[in-house]
C-alpha cells in the first residue's frame, strides 16, 4: 500500500519532483528565473565533493553528473565569445574616434591537388568513347568541378579525338592526354585498339542495359513476379535469355517489328509515340533509342558465342566536399569486362542518392548539392552497384578545427572524418557518467557505491584505462558476451529437435570458449566444421537447429559477413554485388550435411554425407561451392563446410573482421559503422569506412582476440564523449560527435534492477540470484524480459533485440509486479534505517546506486521538503523516493 501514497498528501510533490529525474539537453542550459531565497536545507553530515550540479529537466538526454572532469585541453570554441560589458565608471572626457584597423582578409582557397579521372583510357572499336572528368582540391578540404575548365590536349595527334571532356578513337596506338588547370597538368595514358572496326550490336552489352537505365525491369514496372501490362522482363535483369524470348517468341509480332524497326512497340511506347503506362523513356535518335533500332535492324539476333562479363565498375569521383547549396559536380561510370577492355557506362548507369536532402543526382550523374550532410551517391550497372561519398557544407562555411586530444588510433580517424565535416566533438563526460556508462557497456552492471566513491575520489589520470582493464577481467563481461552469441547462434530449444540439455550444452560450449579467451576465429572454424552427436560436440546443435541448406548458407552469410544474401535467392540482389549465382553456389557449401539419429533419442548425429548438391533455381543446373566474393576453391574429397570455415574466418575474406568490429562497435555505441551491423551492402556504406577497416586490421592482428578490440575502444576519446553538444555537433547522429543516450537491453535493466534492490531473480535451470543474461536458452523469459524486447532467438537478425521504449513498457515499470516487488523485497530503505543511517544518508545511497551520482541542490531542497512533510512515515516516503528512481528515464538509460 505504501506506492499509492503518492496519490494523495505533499507526497504528490514527489511525483512533480520525479519527473524532473531525466537526462538534460544542450537547449536546456539557460538558467531558470531567480526565485526568493528560502533558507537552506540540513544536509548528512558527511562531507560531499564540491560539485557543479544542473537544475533537474525533462527531455531524453542525459544531466551532467556532479563529479569534476578529469582536466584535458578544451577545444576552443567554434565562435569568438562575446565579450562581456564592463562595470560602470566616472564618465571620461569624450575623445575622437579613432578608426579601427581592417580585419586582415582570409586568402583565397589554394589548390593542392588536381584529380582527373580515368587515370587511364583504353578504347577498342570506332563506337567506343570516353569521358574525362577533373576535380580540384583546396587547401580548406573543399573539392571543385572544373571538369568544364580543363585544357585536354593529346601529346601525339592522330590516334584520339577531344571534343569538351569527350574522347573518341581515330586510329590504333599509344598516346597522352594532358589536362591542364591552374597551373597543373595532369598526364592520362590512351590506348586504341581496333580503332577502324565498327563493333557488332549486342543483346546482352547494348540492349539490356537500356532496360536497367529506363528502369523497365525494376519491381514496380516490368520486372515484377507477373509482369505490367501483359509484358514481363526479368527483375534487374537476372535472366537475360528468358527476356530475349519473352520480347521475340512471346506474342510473336507485337513487340517487334523486323520488317519496320521503327515501329516496333518496343521503340514507340519508350519515345512515348504510342500510350505507355511508364511514359517516356528517352529521346528519339538517343543512344539507347538507336542501340534498340540497331539490334531491330540487325535481326534481334542473341549473341553467339562467349559473351564478355562485367568484373568489376567503378565510380568517380572517389568523393568530395561541396561548398554550398546548387554547387554541382559530374560524375562518370567506367565498367571492366572479362575480355580485357573497358567501356564508359555513363549514360548506361542507373544512378541514385541515398539523402535527397543533401545531395541529389540527375539520370546523366550531374549532382547538386542541397543542404548540409552527408550523401552516399550510387550507380548500378549490370549486377553492380558502386558508391561515392560526398559532403554537403554551407557555403563559405568559416571554421577552425580546434586542438582536440586524441587518445588512440579511434580518435584519429572520427576526427578525420568530423574535420570534413566541419564538426567539433563534444567534451568528455564526468567520472561518474563514465564509471556508469562502462560498467554497464562492458559488464551490464551498476557500480556499486564503494566503487562510486573509490572512483570518483582517485586522483590517477590514468583511471579510466585501468577501470576498463578491470571490468574485461571481470566474469560479468564473458557473461555479456556469451549472451550476444547466444543471440547470433540462436542457442534455443527447439520441439522434437533440440531438447533443454542439448541447449544447455551448446551454451557451456560458447561460454566456455569466450570464457578461456578462444580467438574468434578458431571458435568460428569449430563451430562451422563440427562432426558428431549434439551431446558429444555441442557446437554441431548448429545445424541441428537450422536443417534448410539455402537457411543455413544465409545465416552464415548474415552472422560472419553481415550480409543479407536473401533476395539473392530469387534475383539478383538490387542494391549489391550478390547475384543468383553467388547465392546458390555458397550455399552448395552446406548441401552434404548429413543428419541421422543416435542411441539417446533426444541426441542427433552430424556427419558429412559426402553427396549433394545444390541446383540454380531458373535453369536446374549444378552449382559449385563458390566464397562470396571470392574464388571457386576445389572441395572434391573434402568436407566442404570445412574448406568454408577455413576461408571465412581467415584473412582471405575481407568482411569477417570488418563484421565482427562493427559488432564490437555497435555494442558500445548504440549503433554500427555501419547500420544495422547484419545489412553490410554497397547501398548501406560505413560512415567512416577508414575507421572500420582499421579496427579489423587491428582486430585481426591481435589475433582475433575482440577483448583487446574492446579495450582500444573504450580507452578511447570517442566513448567518453559527453551527451551535451555543441553548436556544431547537435545535429549530429552518425558521425559519434558526442554520445547518445540509450536505453538498456530487457536483459541488463532487469539484472540493474534486481542489483539495486537486492532482490534476486530465479530463472529455469539457474541458481536464485542469477543474472538474466545468464539465461542459456531463448524460449526461456518472463513478463519484464518479454516487454522489453529479449530476443527469441528465433532468426539471426539484429532486430530481434528490441529498443525502442514503448508504453506498455512504462506501465509496467509504474505500475508492474517486478518494480514494486522487489523494492519490498530487498528491504533496501529498510535495511539501511536499522543501521541507523539518517533519511538523507539513505537518499545519497539510493541516488549512488542507481544513476551513480548524488542529488543535485534542488533535488536535495525538494526530498527536504518532503521529508518535512511526512516525518511519522519515513520508511513508504523513502520507497516511493526508490520507486521515482527506477522509474526515471536517467535509471533507465544509459548515457
Known amino acids: 500500500m505504501w506506492r499509492h501514497r503518492l496519490l494523495t498528501g505533499s507526497v504528490l510533490s514527489l511525483v512533480i519532483f520525479a519527473s524532473g529525474l531525466s537526462l538534460a539537453t544542450a537547449d536546456e542550459k539557460t538558467p531558470a528565473k531567480p526565485e526568493p531565497a528560502k533558507p537552506a536545507p540540513a544536509k548528512p553530515a558527511e562531507s560531499k565533493p564540491a560539485e557543479t550540479k544542473p537544475a533537474a529537466a525533462t527531455t531524453l538526454a542525459p544531466a551532467k553528473p556532479a563529479d569534476p572532469k578529469p582536466a584535458e585541453s578544451k577545444p576552443a570554441p567554434a565562435k569568438p565569445a562575446e565579450k562581456k560589458p564592463a562595470p560602470p565608471t566616472k564618465p571620461a572626457p569624450a575623445k575622437p574616434a579613432e578608426p579601427k584597423p581592417a580585419a586582415p582578409a582570409k586568402p583565397a582557397p589554394k589548390m593542392v591537388k588536381l584529380n582527373v579521372y580515368p587515370t587511364d583510357i583504353q578504347l577498342t572499336t570506332s563506337r567506343d568513347r570516353q569521358s574525362i572528368i577533373a576535380q580540384a582540391v583546396f587547401d580548406n578540404g573543399l573539392t571543385q568541378d572544373v571538369t568544364s575548365q580543363i585544357q585536354l590536349k593529346a601529346a601525339q595527334p592522330g590516334i584520339v579525338r577531344v571534343e569538351k571532356n569527350m574522347v ?44 536497367m537505365r529506363a528502369g523497365c525491369n525494376t519491381g514496380s ?39 519496320l524497326p521503327q515501329e516496333s512497340l518496343l521503340l514507340e511506347k519508350a519515345i512515348g509515340a504510342v500510350p505507355h503506362t511508364g511514359g517516356k523513356l528517352y529521346e528519339k535518335d538517343s543512344e539507347h533509342y538507336n542501340a534498340t533500332l540497331r539490334w531491330l535492324q540487325a535481326g534481334a539476333p542473341y549473341d553467339a558465342g562467349e559473351i564478355p562479363t562485367v568484373t568489376k565498375v567503378e565510380i568517380y569521383p572517389e568523393g568530395g566536399v561541396l561548398d554550398g547549396k546548387d554547387t554541382t559536380q559530374q560524375v562518370s561510370v567506367l565498367a571492366y569486362y572479362s575480355d580485357g577492355t573497358t567501356r564508359d557506362v555513363t549514360s548506361l548507369a542507373f544512378f541514385s542518392s541515398n539523402n535527397d536532402n543533401s545531395a541529389t543526382i540527375t539520370k546523366d550523374g550531374l549532382i547538386t548539392a542541397s543542404n548540409r550532410g552527408e550523401a552516399f551517391i550510387m550507380a548500378r550497372f549490370d549486377t553492380h552497384t558502386v558508391g561515392s561519398h560526398f559532403v554537403v557544407l554551407p557555403k563559405g562555411l568559416d571554421f577552425e578545427w580546434p586542438n582536440v586530444p586524441e587518445h588512440n588510433y579511434v580518435d584519429t580517424l572520427i576526427h578525420n572524418k568530423l574535420k570534413k565535416l566541419r564538426v567539433i566533438p563534444s567534451e568528455i563526460c564526468s567520472d561518474a557518467e563514465f564509471l556508469r556508462r562502462a560498467s554497464l557497456d562492458i559488464c551490464g552492471i551498476m557500480p556499486s557505491i564503494e566503487e562510486f566513491n573509490s572512483f570518483v575520489a582517485d586522483k590517477d589520470p590514468k583511471k579510466r584505462d585501468k577501470l576498463v582493464d578491470q571490468l574485461l577481467n571481470r566474469k560479468e563481461f564473458v557473461e555479456m558476451w556469451v549472451m550476444k552469441w547466444s543471440e547470433l547462434l540462436q542457442i534455443r530449444t527447439v520441439n522434437n529437435r533440440i531438447s533443454y540439455k542439448s541447449a544447455l550444452l551448446y551454451y557451456n560450449w560458447l561460454q566456455e570458449r569466450i570464457a578461456t579467451n578462444v580467438p574468434i576465429d578458431k571458435m568460428v572454424q569449430e563451430l562451422l566444421g563440427s562432426t558428431g552427436g549434439t551431446f558429444a560436440n555441442a557446437a554441431t546443435n548448429y545445424y541441428e537447429n537450422e536443417r534448410d541448406t539455402l537457411k543455413v548458407s544465409e545465416n552464415v552469410a548474415q ?30 557449401f552446406f548441401s552434404q550435411v548429413g543428419r541421422k539419429g543416435s542411441e539417446d533419442p533426444r541426441e542427433s548425429i552430424i556427419y558429412n554425407r559426402g553427396s549433394g548438391e545444390v541446383r540454380h533455381a531458373v535453369d536446374n543446373r549444378v552449382m559449385q561451392p563458390k566464397f562470396l566474393g571470392g574464388a571457386q576453391p576445389d572441395t572434391r574429397g573434402k568436407d566442404r563446410r570445412v574448406v568454408l570455415s577455413n576461408w571465412l574466418a581467415s584473412n582471405e575474406n575481407p568482411y569477417f573482421a570488418t563484421n565482427l568490429s562493427n559488432i564490437v562497435w555497435a555494442h558500445f555505441f548504440g549503433k554500427g559503422i555501419i547500420n544495422e551491423v547484419d545489412d553490410v551492402r554497397v547501398s548501406n556504406p560505413p560512415v567512416n569506412p577508414e575507421l572500420l577497416n582499421e579496427l579489423a586490421k587491428r582486430f585481426t592482428d591481435y589475433n582475433y582476440d575482440f577483448k583487446k578490440l574492446v579495450r582500444d575502444i573504450c580507452t578511447s576519446r570517442t566513448y567518453q564523449l559527453s551527451t551535451q553538444t555543441n553548436p556544431s555537433n547537435e545535429r549530429d547522429l552518425t558521425n559519434f560527435s558526442h554520445a547518445q543516450p540509450r536505453r538498456l537491453r530487457a536483459e541488463i535493466l532487469l539484472d540493474c534492477i534486481s542489483q539495486v534492490t537486492s532482490a534476486p531473480n530465479k530463472f529455469r535451470g539457474l541458481p536464485l540470484g542469477a543474472r538474466a543474461v545468464q539465461i542459456a536458452d531463448g524460449n526461456t523469459t518472463n513478463y519484464f524480459l518479454t516487454t522489453f524486447g529479449r530476443a527469441k532467438r528465433d532468426t539471426v537478425c539484429s532486430c530481434e533485440v528490441r529498443m525502442e521504449p514503448s508504453l506498455s513498457q512504462a506501465l509496467h515499470l509504474l505500475n508492474g509486479d517486478t518494480v514494486n516487488q522487489k523494492i519490498v ?71
Open 168 to 211: 573518341y578513337p581515330d586510329n590504333d596506338g599509344e598516346t597522352d592526354i594532358i589536362a591542364s588547370f591552374g597551373g597543373t597538368d595532369v598526364k592520362v595514358h590512351s590506348k586504341v585498339v581496333k580503332g577502324k572496326v565498327d563493333r557488332p550490336i549486342s543483346f546482352n552489352l547494348d540492349v539490356m542495359p537500356t532496360f
Open 221 to 259: 514496372c516490368h520486372g515484377a513476379a507477373r509482369g505490367k501490362d501483359g509484358f514481363r522482363l526479368s527483375l534487374f535483369g537476372f535472366d537475360p535469355k528468358g527476356d530475349y524470348n519473352r520480347l521475340t517468341r512471346e506474342l510473336s509480332g507485337r513487340r517487334i517489328n523486323l520488317s
Open 559 to 588: 552472422v560472419f559477413m553481415g550480409m543479407r544474401i536473401q533476395c539473392a535467392q530469387c534475383h539478383n540482389h538490387p542494391f549489391d554485388r550478390w547475384t543468383m549465382d553467388d547465392y546458390y553456389s555458397f550455399a552448395a
Open 825 to 895: 523485497q530487498g528491504k533496501f530503505v529498510e535495511s539501511r534505517l536499522k543501521a541507523g543511517k539518517k533519511p538523507l544518508e539513505v537518499i545519497d545511497e539510493m541516488y549512488i546506486t542507481c544513476l551513480s551520482r548524488k542529488p543535485t541542490d534542488k533535488e536535495y531542497s525538494s526530498l527536504v521538503q518532503v521529508l518535512d512533510e511526512n516525518k511519522k512515515d519515513e520508511t513508504n516516503t523513502l520507497n516511493d523516493v526508490f520507486w521515482s528512481l527506477l522509474n526515471s528515464r536517467e535509471f533507465i538509460f544509459n548515457h
